[in-house]
């Protein structure tokens, strides 16, 4: 069973940085795609970033790039997103996620993602 583990969410102040970490256990293929997602109140779940291990390609949403950064820690098995220049809108739940392998089209289509994290908050105060 795939089981998927955030952590490093909280709270901090506009220009702040946080760290997200997600653990993935129980998957048992070689390469995988692993996605961040978040949700405001209200809002749809929307993609945020994707890390695709059997080629190292990263996916960004326009609204995170230049200051997020996705990334894989191979010695932990866990895949990183580095978040910088944090603002009010950044504010939601985090979720990890993961399927089998990344495309360039659809990597933010969450229908396509068949495990998921619990979810971490974030909140960013002005």
């Known amino acids: 069973q795939v089981q998927l583990v955030e952590s490093g969410g909280g709270s901090v102040q506009a220009g702040g940085s946080l760290r997200l970490s997600c653990a993935a256990s129980?998957?048992?293929?070689?390469?995988?795609?692993v996605g961040w997602f978040r949700q405001a109140p209200g809002k749809e779940r929307e993609g945020v970033a994707a890390y695709y291990t059997g080629s190292d390609t990263e996916y960004y949403a326009e609204s995170v790039k230049g200051r997020f950064t996705i990334s894989q820690d191979t010695a932990k098995k866990t895949v990183t997103l580095e978040m910088n220049s944090l603002k009010p809108e950044d504010t939601a739940v985090y979720y990890c996620a993961l399927r089998l392998i990344c495309y360039r089209e659809d990597w933010d289509a969450r229908i396509t993602y068949a495990h998921w994290g619990q979810g971490t908050q974030v909140t960013v105060s002005s």
């Open positions: 129980g998957y048992t293929r070689s390469n995988k795609c």
